[in-house]
């Protein structure tokens, strides 16, 4: 016999058994590249084609659109053309363009992730191989425009092309990636492993996940403050140097095509101008060339600017005005903003039906605007040092706010101001609540019940206590009534037994647990040993010297002649009567005996005694 070679090779068995998604992983990254690079290809060729007096064929076009492309990754530009001969660098990357390839990436990577809409659908596919697939796509067609673009005017600078755009494409793919599995938090918890157990332990504590959700929170809103405040600060200089700004827009170019594309430029830098107008209201300021800083004291900007709209608006040259120092009022707000978001989450509102939850202790407050104030100066640096970058050499070499300047003043700010206000804020709300609902959350990271004040809680509970008291004494008078009521329907006229009255118990007492098993034996339930019982307790109840209650004589008297004699007279002890058994409830064992000197016969119950039995003298004779 000689041996079957396999059926498949070591390649098709290898390609069968891949993870499911790779293919549609690389395509999507590919796609989203494509995507990215025709948008800025379909600009630059409107433009082109629109421009009376283009420089260039189709082909200078696209590589332009290529190089537009790349810078907004952050790669540095190298351009060529120049009066000089000397190579230029183009390192300032309009943040609006970088909206374009991060939002195409992430897209890219949760659709890829091919999420079920229900629970019954087929599995997801792996997070690690989307985010593969996506990246590897994606810097494919990255590399391929790269290339495309080395050899033209306006190159790219091939280290930043290795840094950059990885970064940007693995950044966007985990983020989209990580929104399509639901935002879970062990990721984000995962990534702090990495620092020392005291330091994590210091800065977030036991409840680490409140703690950095309210940290991202805050920081995410004074961030926002601190955008927001410096583009209303670059639109008000745009205004108040109004005539310089339209005077610079106008010397660039004369077609409405030029204007129309220097327009787009200064609309794709507004959020570069923003963060700089923010760093110039943290103090820092920012650079307009080497040497020249503008800051809120003191302005010293380069003497020769190009001519564009936004250089226009840069603050004049001289020591600050008061209009110059209204901008610390950006920083302000950020940090009171900051502070608000950190005392909401220190006191949160209880949900509806939901005991209140615990509040943080003014420590751990504290500890958390510490982490906003840090976290709220590694965004700005970021964003600081995206904004920023060369436009030329010499003079020209710096542009923009110092990164690390920038987010260390932003981090001071932020705590200096949003420590005081999370303090106050978090008092206040422990009042508001304090005065609504008269409770106060537990301290602790746990969610507790809450306790009430010191004077609602002691009235509440001396409340509760006189009214368990009275409870307890009007359910022994109705327990006293149903007695009476029954010794009535038994037919006797007498008073019935009173049971003696059982203090009240202690509040401690009313929640004590009655024995699980049955103390007495069943013997102790058997009717003969009921009625043993209930005979010795009568003997025992009645005097000696009186006679006792059941041999009282009858009612209707019995002739002389037919008295039986005395020695066929029955014991008393020997007869029980059955109805004896029914005059008092099983339910109370214990019972006083009635007072000897009423006895109140009952007519309607028969004698004890025998009926041979010689009556008494006195009822013999009628007296």
């Given at each position: 016999m000689t041996a079957r070679p396999p059926s498949l090779s070591p390649l098709l068995t290898r390609m069968r058994n891949r993870e499911p998604g790779l293919a549609a992983s690389l395509l999507g990254g590919a796609v989203a590249a494509g995507l990215g690079f025709g948008s800025f290809a379909v600009l630059v060729m409107v433009l082109w084609v629109s421009s009376p007096y283009p420089d260039s064929g189709p082909g200078g076009a696209l590589h332009v659109a290529g190089a537009l492309w790349l810078l907004a990754h952050g790669v540095e530009l190298v351009r060529t053309d120049t009066l000089s001969g000397a190579p230029m660098p183009v390192g300032v990357t309009p943040l609006l363009l970088l909206v374009l390839p991060v939002w195409l990436v992430y897209r890219a990577a949760r659709v890829a992730v091919d999420a079920p809409a229900d629970a019954d659908g087929p599995p997801p596919v792996p997070a690690r191989t989307v985010w593969t697939g996506v990246v590897l796509g994606y810097l494919g067609v990255g590399g391929a425009v790269a290339l495309y673009c080395a050899g033209a005017e306006l190159r790219p600078d091939w280290f930043w092309v290795t840094v950059c755009l990885p970064l940007?494409?693995?950044?966007?793919?985990?983020?989209?990636?990580?929104?399509?599995?639901?935002?879970?938090?062990?990721?984000?918890?995962?990534?702090?492993?990495?620092?020392?157990?005291?330091?994590?332990r210091l800065l977030f504590g036991v409840d680490e996940r409140a703690r950095l959700g309210t940290a991202v929170r805050a920081t995410g809103a004074a961030t926002a403050v601190f955008f927001g405040g410096?583009?209303?600060?670059?639109?008000?200089?745009?205004?108040?140097?109004?005539?310089?700004?339209r005077a610079s827009f106008v010397q660039l170019t004369e077609g409405w095509t030029g204007r129309f594309a220097v327009l787009l430029l200064g609309v794709a830098l507004i959020p570069n101008a923003a963060f700089w107008a923010a760093s110039y209201a943290l103090g820092p300021g920012f650079l307009v060339g080497v040497g020249h800083l503008v800051q809120p004291f003191a302005s010293h900007p380069a003497p020769l600017l190009p001519p564009f709209p936004l250089l226009a608006a840069v603050p004049d040259a001289g020591a600050g005005t008061l209009a110059n120092w209204a901008a610390g009022l950006v920083p302000v707000a950020a940090g009171v903003t900051a502070g608000w978001f950190v005392a909401r989450g220190a006191v949160r509102r209880p949900e509806p039906g939901t005991p209140a939850p615990a509040h943080w202790s003014a420590g751990r407050t504290a500890g958390v605007v510490l982490v906003t104030a840090m976290l709220c100066a590694a965004a700005l640096a970021l964003l600081a040092g995206l904004a920023d970058g060369p436009l030329g050499v010499a003079a020209l070499a710096r542009f923009g706010p110092v990164w690390w300047q920038t987010g260390g003043a932003a981090g001071v700010w932020t705590a200096l101001f949003g420590m005081p206000v999370a303090l106050i804020v978090r008092a206040w709300r422990l009042w508001r609540r304090r005065t609504r609902d008269g409770e106060i959350p537990m301290q602790g990271t746990g969610v507790g019940t809450g306790t009430g004040s010191?004077?609602?809680?002691?009235?509440?509970?001396?409340?509760?206590?006189?009214?368990?008291?009275?409870?307890?004494?009007?359910?022994?008078?109705?327990?006293?009534?149903?007695?009476?009521?029954?010794?009535?329907?038994?037919?006797?006229?007498?008073?019935?037994?009173?049971?003696?009255?059982?203090?009240?118990?202690?509040?401690?007492?009313?929640?004590?647990?009655?024995?699980?098993?049955?103390?007495?034996?069943?013997?102790?339930?058997?009717d003969l040993a009921r009625a043993s019982r209930w005979a010795a307790l009568r003997e025992a109840a009645v005097p000696r010297d009186l006679p006792a209650p059941w041999a009282s004589p009858a009612v209707a008297s019995v002739p002389p002649a037919q008295t039986a004699p005395p020695e066929e007279t029955a014991p008393p002890e020997e007869t029980a009567p059955p109805a004896e058994?029914?005059?008092?409830?099983?339910a109370t064992p214990q019972t006083e005996p009635a007072s000897p000197a009423e006895p109140r016969p009952d007519p309607a119950d028969p004698s004890p005694s025998d009926p041979g039995t010689p009556d008494s003298p006195d009822t013999a004779t009628g007296h």
């Open positions: 940007v494409a693995a950044g966007s793919a985990a983020a989209g990636v990580w929104s399509a599995y639901g935002c879970p938090r062990e990721p984000v918890l995962s990534a702090l492993a990495v620092l020392p157990v005291s330091l994590r410096g583009a209303l600060l670059v639109g008000v200089s745009l205004v108040w140097h109004g005539g310089a700004a010191a004077g609602s809680g002691k009235q509440q509970d001396k409340t509760s206590v006189k009214a368990g008291k009275a409870g307890q004494e009007e359910g022994a008078a109705k327990v006293e009534g149903r007695l009476a009521g029954k010794a009535k329907e038994s037919g006797k006229g007498g008073t019935p037994p009173r049971r003696p009255a059982s203090p009240v118990p202690d509040e401690e007492e009313m929640y004590d647990f009655l024995p699980a098993d049955d103390p007495f034996p069943g013997e102790w339930h058997d058994s029914a005059l008092l409830p099983e």
